[in-house]
């Protein structure tokens, strides 16, 4: 069976396609986004302007085309925070189910953290232990800790990259005291969250799940031995941070020549340094793991995994 997942975040319209069956590892077969950086279109009352939803709109029914051209029996379509928390959320929705020709299903900050945790344990599997996941997207950072498919902890904070840029570091390139004031302000909204993981039990691995972070690694971390590509990257925190301050003061123009900062990422890969920089400092993590799988792959997962319990037996 071949599925889509359609990934309507606040930096990307984002479709992976993959063939599964159930109880099998899913195939992926095509992975398209449009960049769109929602986080732009804000209006002062919270809302998305209208070039931003017309943006929106033409991108989901472009991924919409592909998900038909490669024979989708099925597209799961999901949409997480800048949707979510728009001022205008309930008729952006409708205007994307109507591109959709279906329900959309919008994800709370918590159930982001649930899935990206699921795709995180499947990746490393049982005998990986205990987990404590970063996952940074445009709007949110979500944070998930525990020991089985499910994290005991999830929660999702308010930190995403395009979120914290447009807040914080909206001057390119952004200046030193900018950089500082993100990083008070990242540590006082971390800290109730930490507090709380404090109590979990220590994590066996420290694993990052986003395009984000897998940009930073590419710039600031290094293959773990015996293995190559990003699949198997570990990032540690005093590279990342020496690393910040460069960034912070070149132009976003400049900062696509860097090893692993593609162009959709310059605008916003200071805050997402600065933000995981503090997390990792708040939470007391050395270094972390990268996993390729997140969000999408989560959703899929689940829904594979409903198929294996309702298919009939042999």
């Known amino acids: 069976m071949r599925l889509g997942v359609l990934?309507?975040?606040?930096?990307?319209?984002?479709?992976?396609?993959?063939?599964?069956r159930p109880?099998?590892?899913?195939?992926g077969r095509t992975?398209?986004?449009?960049v769109l950086r929602l986080m732009r279109y804000l209006e002062p009352d919270g809302s998305i302007?209208?070039?931003?939803?017309?943006?929106?709109?033409?991108?989901?029914?472009?991924?919409?085309?592909?998900a038909r051209t490669e024979n989708v029996v099925?597209?799961?379509a999901t949409a997480t925070s800048a949707v979510r928390e728009a001022a205008n959320g309930a008729d952006v929705i409708a205007r994307i189910e109507a591109a959709l020709g279906q329900e959309l299903q919008v994800l709370g900050g918590e159930s982001e953290a649930r899935f990206t945790?699921?795709?995180?344990?499947?990746?490393?599997g049982w005998s990986a232990g205990q987990i404590?996941?970063?996952?940074?997207?445009?709007?949110?950072?979500?944070?998930?800790?525990g020991g089985d498919e499910l994290p005991d902890l999830a929660a999702s904070v308010p930190l995403g990259a395009g979120r914290m840029t447009v807040q914080f570091l909206s001057d390119d390139p952004p200046g030193e005291a900018a950089v500082e004031q993100l990083r008070e302000h990242a540590r006082e909204t971390l800290r109730p969250v930490a507090r709380d993981v404090r109590d979990a039990p220590r994590p066996d691995h420290v694993v990052g799940s986003s395009k984000a972070i897998r940009s930073l690694a590419k710039l600031a971390g290094y293959p773990v031995p015996g293995w190559s590509g990003i699949e198997r990257m570990t990032l540690p925190r005093a590279a990342l941070g020496s690393w910040i301050p460069r960034l912070a003061r070149l132009p976003a123009s400049a900062r696509q020549e860097l090893p692993g900062i593609t162009a959709d990422r310059t605008f916003q890969i200071v805050a997402g340094a600065v933000v995981l920089h503090e997390a990792m400092r708040v939470f007391d993590v050395d270094e972390l793991e990268v996993s390729p799988w997140a969000l999408r792959e989560g959703v899929l997962l689940r829904y594979i995994e409903s198929l294996s319990w309702s298919a009939p037996p042999a």
């Not at 992975?31 to 449009?34: D, E, F, P």
């Not at 945790?117 to 490393?124: C, I, P, S």
């Open 23 to 27: 109880g099998g590892r899913p195939l």
């Open 49 to 66: 302007s209208d070039e931003g939803v017309a943006a929106l709109v033409a991108a989901v029914t472009e991924a919409v085309a592909v």
């Open 31 to 34: 992975s398209t986004r449009t």
């Open 74 to 76: 099925e597209l799961l």
């Open 7 to 20: 990934d309507i975040g606040s930096n990307t319209v984002h479709l992976l396609i993959a063939d599964v």
């Open 132 to 145: 404590l996941l970063f996952d940074i997207g445009g709007g949110s950072l979500e944070v998930a800790a």
């Open 117 to 124: 945790f699921l795709a995180v344990r499947r990746w490393f």
